[in-house]
């Protein structure tokens, strides 16, 4: 499970975990998904974590296996 706030690598804040809509192709066919993200506060950049990573893959690959 991946939290909801956590510390900026970027700067001395938080960042917050995005949750939209995206579609990525995988093997030839396009699925959507929900896309896991943090933002940073302070300075907007966008990142992930290895959770969220996991998450995001999960996603897609669970669909494939359908």
Known sequence: MVAGQI???????Y?????EPAT???RGKEYSFTYHH???QIT????TT?????INVS???????H
Not at 44 to 47: G, H, L, P, Y
Not at 50 to 54: K, L, N, W
Request: aromatic share 14%.
């Open 15 to 19: 960042a917050l975990l995005h949750q």
């Open 50 to 54: 290895d959770e969220a990573d996991d």
């Open 38 to 40: 943090y933002v940073c």
């Open 24 to 26: 990525e192709e995988y």
């Open 7 to 13: 510390e900026s690598p970027f700067a001395d804040g």
């Open 59 to 65: 996603q897609l690959y669970g669909q494939h296996l």
């Open 44 to 47: 907007s950049q966008s990142f």
